[in-house]
């Protein structure tokens, strides 16, 4: 990795390449991370540059500098792609936003009525060549290239094949983020017209199926240091049970794999100055108790649920399988027996929002669901529910749960990725405890710890405030998990370093 002189750390240039950035466009927790991750390494003294696609629904496009206009060279194309870059700003970081309309100039990001487009392999094939093209050309020379997930993971392999020679990359290192790798990036040779290196040469070991080329799997052999989003899920991704079909890669890349748990962006979610709730409260047990209290009936009041003081739970996701809804879903009608409130607030799969909004027609009155990506919402849910869902089937982090930490929301997870890394269970460890975990990947495992939680919020409720205030003692702080990827930058070992001999199946 990159070699500087120790002791004191060196500035580095990092090219950060996303293809979301919370700010400008947002589908999920990679967002929140290449919002905030670039600004604490910004913090600890790099110079950073994020580098994301132009969409249309960027807004701030349109009132953008434009710093190039130029068009990409590809090797045996005829014909080069033309596009502009515009410059941006996130806090005090240049963004460069790759302006090629033809790609990108299009209502949504990924994907109209739950379909992905069907260029997206071409699409962001280009981003990641565009992404290595603009450098030069604008004249950022990157110590390291950080990529993120599938739609990046080109990037490395072009470093190697197409910029293996070229001087200005000469001394470029790059990593790539896991931040969920179900998504893979799988698309036939077709889409890969940008990247003749691909096509000249078979790489076999980035095929999946003999006409398909993943461009996770690219990322993954070919980056410099690999990570994912918690130690946890770093060592799942060497198993065969929870890599996703993607254990041997990984185990290939062991000792360069590591985990590094995300962090809280407190300037966004914190209970003390959230902008999106009815009351903003502290930790000490009087600000803490009415905090809690205006901001629950604040959420009960605008899901139409009395305001009774029954335990709420709360629910903010992407509706996928991932999320754990068809845990949920089967012993949903039976919890709803009990004195309690639920809220969901999620859009996504069209089976599972109908599934929802069916129990939710049935018991209005404690069972709500809110099909929308709703921000203001989900800021409410963290801090007016008592608990928070996250039974997810797989979680490479999870930021909601770290949240639903800080704003003293006990969370209620599987004990999978990153949720095993973050939150503390009661049945296990009540002196520390901030929260439930089950095991099992079952409906029946999460009503058991549904109906621990209940009890602990009805029979001991000063044992119920002290849990509270173990979660909001908790610190994610982004500047430690800066530091931590500065480290794997510079190739030092740190704890958080994977090892094949020490798995956790899922
Ligand atoms: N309906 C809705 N309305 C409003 N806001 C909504 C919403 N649905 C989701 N969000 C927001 O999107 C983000 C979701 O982040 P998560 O990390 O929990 O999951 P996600 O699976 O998207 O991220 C992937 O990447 C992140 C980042 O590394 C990993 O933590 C995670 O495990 C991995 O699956 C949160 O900021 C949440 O509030």
């Not at 390291?144 to 997930?149: A, F, G, M, R």
């Not at 404690?366 to 039974?391: R, T």
């Not at 973050?422 to 029946?444: H, L, N, R």
């Not at 205030?469 to 070992?493: D, H, I, K, T």
Request: charged share 20%.
């Amino acid at each position: 990795m990159v070699t500087r002189n120790k002791p004191s750390t060196p500035s580095l240039r990092i090219l950060f390449v996303a293809s979301e950035v919370d700010g400008f466009v947002k589908t999920g927790g990679l967002a929140d991370v290449a919002k905030s991750l670039p600004a604490a390494l910004q913090a600890l003294g790099h110079d950073v540059r994020i580098v994301m696609p132009c969409y249309r629904p960027v807004a701030a496009r349109d009132e953008a500098e434009t710093a190039l206009t130029t068009e990409l060279y590809v090797p045996t194309q005829p014909q080069a792609v033309p596009y502009r870059v515009k410059t941006l700003k996130s806090g005090e970081i240049p963004v460069y936003a790759v302006d090629a309309p033809h790609y990108f100039d299009r209502p949504e990001i990924y994907a109209e009525n739950n379909q992905g487009y069907a260029d997206n392999g071409e699409r962001f094939a280009f981003f990641s060549a565009a992404s290595l093209d603009l450098c030069e050309k604008i004249g950022f020379q990157p110590d390291v290239v950080h990529c993120n997930d599938w739609h990046t993971g080109l990037v490395p392999f072009l470093l190697r094949t197409r910029y293996a020679d070229n001087a200005f990359f000469a001394q470029t290192q790059s990593v790539i983020t896991i931040h969920n790798a179900v998504f893979q990036g799988i698309f036939n040779y077709d889409q890969y017209s940008l990247i003749p290196e691909l096509i000249q040469h078979r790489y076999v070991q980035l095929e999946a199926g003999s006409a398909n080329i993943s461009m996770l799997k690219a990322g993954v052999a070919y980056a410099d240091k690999v990570n994912a989003v918690s130690p946890n899920y770093a060592k799942e991704l060497v198993t065969e049970l929870g890599a996703h079909g993607m254990a041997r890669d990984f185990q290939q890349r062991a000792s360069d794999l590591y985990g590094i748990v995300n962090g809280c962006d407190y300037g966004d979610w914190n209970p003390e100055s959230d902008p999106f709730i009815k009351q903003n409260y502290k930790a000490n047990k009087v600000s803490l108790a009415r905090g809690k209290k205006a901001c629950k009936r604040d959420l009960q009041q605008q899901v139409n649920f009395p305001q009774d003081d029954v335990p709420l739970y709360g629910m903010v996701c992407r509706l996928t399988e991932q999320k754990g809804i068809h845990y949920l879903l089967p012993i949903l009608q039976d919890f709803l027996l009990n004195d309690v409130q639920i809220v969901v607030v999620g859009s996504g799969d069209p089976k599972l929002a109908a599934a929802l909004r069916e129990i939710s027609e049935a018991h209005s009155d404690k069972f709500a669901f809110v099909e929308a990506y709703n921000n203001p919402l989900a800021h409410c849910v963290e801090a007016g529910a008592d608990f928070f869902l996250m039974p997810s089937e797989f979680e490479p982090c999870g930021l909601n749960q770290i949240y639903s930490l800080v704003y003293g929301t006990l969370p209620i997870v599987r004990s999978v990725g990153g949720l095993k890394d973050t939150v503390i269970d009661y049945d296990t460890t009540p002196q520390v405890a901030t929260g439930f975990i089950f095991d099992a990947p079952t409906p029946e495992a999460l009503l058991i710890k549904l109906q621990r939680s209940l009890l602990l919020y009805c029979q001991r409720p000063q044992e119920f405030k002290r849990l509270q205030q173990n979660a909001m003692a908790c610190r994610f702080e982004w500047s430690e998990a800066a530091e931590q990827y500065v480290r794997m930058y510079l190739g030092e070992e740190h704890t958080a370093q994977a090892t094949v001999g020490d798995v956790t199946p899922v």
